[in-house]
């Protein structure tokens, strides 16, 4: 039994569960187009398996990406557990303006909890962190989870801090960044429709 990122994924860019959601094997990719500050964006979404058997590939997915959403299982303390092991890889194989967000799935599971909000918030706050616990099965705050990580790279895109210029921003550079597509989006990879990663989860 997993964590449920495919099953994130799945409610995040379809808006249903899927009930039987498969251990993902290697890497599985979603699109959907939001709105950010009047902005439509077209984001990109890695699905990388979490089995220790598949780290070597999912590493090579850190490079390049913009945002990472990190998942564990709120009733799975061994989930937990794992994340200071995913949160070195990410930040040894990402660039430091990178948007991480750690989110604790199955909040309609709260009689089953093994990991308090509170411990989970702490360890996104120690860690800079964005955090939200969500349910993939409810829907709750699944939208949020992916809105605020984009609206944060969309941010440091806007302030500067997200060097379009720089290889490994995540972000591959148009001439402005609020450049638009034929049909007025923009993608946080700065290819309008067509580009490559943009936030990994």
Known sequence: MGVGKSCLLHQFTEKKFMADCPHTIGVEFGTRIIEVNGQKIKLQIWDTAGQERFRAVTRSYYRGAAGAL????ITRRATYNHLSGWLTDARSLTNPNTVIFLIGNKGDLDGQREVTYDEAKRFADENDLLFLETSAKTGDHVEDAFIETARKIYQN?????LDLNAAESGVQP?????SRT???TIGLDGTGQGGNSTCQC
């Open 174 to 178: 148009k001439p402005t960044a609020t």
């Open 70 to 73: 990190m998942v564990y299982d």
């Open 157 to 161: 895109i806007q302030d500067g801090s």
């Open 182 to 184: 034929t049909n007025g």
